[in-house]
């Protein structure tokens, strides 16, 4: 599958973007994830959604960011609100096979897109 994030940009602290993934393939056949690079620090998984719908959040996102999909638009989603500078980083959508992978282990996303940069200024 391939996976094409758009929505990314620049963002004054406080204020909102909605990030969105789309897939070549039917999102129903994957858990999915959004996961955040920063220069200087390792990838985190900031959200996931597994095959069936349950979702995990990160601590430092939890009630800040909503992760959900359209499955009908084959289309990913991540929500966020309340920005911070520290959310700056480049966001990237994974896909895997399985029913439901492990936020702390984004590596075991098989499928990647290229990214979509977020800059949040204070």
């Known amino acids: 599958v391939q996976l094409v994030e758009s929505g990314g940009g620049s963002v004054q602290a406080g204020g909102s973007l909605r990030l969105s993934c789309t897939a070549s393939?039917?999102?129903?056949?994957?858990?999915m994830g959004w996961i955040r690079q920063a220069p200087g620090k390792e990838r985190e998984g900031v959200a996931t959604?597994?095959?069936?719908?349950?979702?995990t959040y990160s601590d430092s996102v939890k009630g800040r960011f909503t992760i959900s999909r359209d499955n009908a638009k084959n289309t990913l989603y991540l929500q966020m609100n309340s920005l911070k500078p520290e959310d700056t980083a480049m966001y990237y959508c994974?896909?895997?096979?399985?029913?439901?992978?492990?936020?702390?282990?984004?590596?075991?996303?098989?499928?990647w897109g290229q990214g979509t940069q977020v800059t949040v200024s204070s």
């Open positions: 393939g039917y999102t129903s056949r994957y858990s």
């Open positions: 994974a896909a895997s096979n399985a029913l439901w992978v492990d936020r702390t282990r984004p590596t075991d996303f098989g499928y």
């Open positions: 959604i597994a095959r069936f719908g349950g979702t």
